[in-house]
Nanobody, 117 residues
Framework: QVHVVESGGGLVQPGGSLRLSCVVSGTIVGIYTMSWYRQAPGKQRELVATISSGDNTNYTDSVKGRFTVSRDNTKNTVYLQMNNLKFEDTAIYYC???????????WGQGTQVTVSS
């Protein structure tokens, strides 16, 4: 059984930093495209960052230059380093593991990030 577990969220002041972690168990994370999504209150879930199995990365425009997604396949873990956080980054952040050829799609339960002064 595959489990996806996020951690690292919390309360941070504007301009601060957080690093989210996503640990995947029960499968080999290296074959997946790993993504971070977020959902703010009253808004739709949006794609924040993606890292492919080949380590290609993509970011939504609002986080470019501030967020960095990375992966450590030896630890079955994906990270989201978030710097210079803004009020509008407040949301629940979700980790997604997706494998197109095998049609596999797994989600974590989310971790809350709150940016507040």
């Amino acid at each position: 059984q595959v489990h996806v577990v996020e951690s690292g969220g919390g309360l941070v002041q504007p301009g601060g930093s957080l690093r989210l972690s996503c640990v995947v168990s029960g499968t080999i994370v290296g074959i997946y495209t790993m993504s971070w999504y977020r959902q703010a209150p009253g808004k739709q879930r949006e794609l924040v960052a993606t890292i492919s199995s080949g380590d290609n990365t993509n970011y939504t425009d609002s986080v470019k230059g501030r967020f960095t997604v990375s992966r450590d396949n030896t630890k079955n873990t994906v990270y989201l380093q978030m710097n210079n956080l803004k009020f509008e980054d407040t949301a629940i952040y979700y980790c997604n593991a997706y494998q197109n050829r095998l049609t596999l799609d797994y989600w974590g339960q989310g971790t809350q990030v709150t940016v507040s002064s």
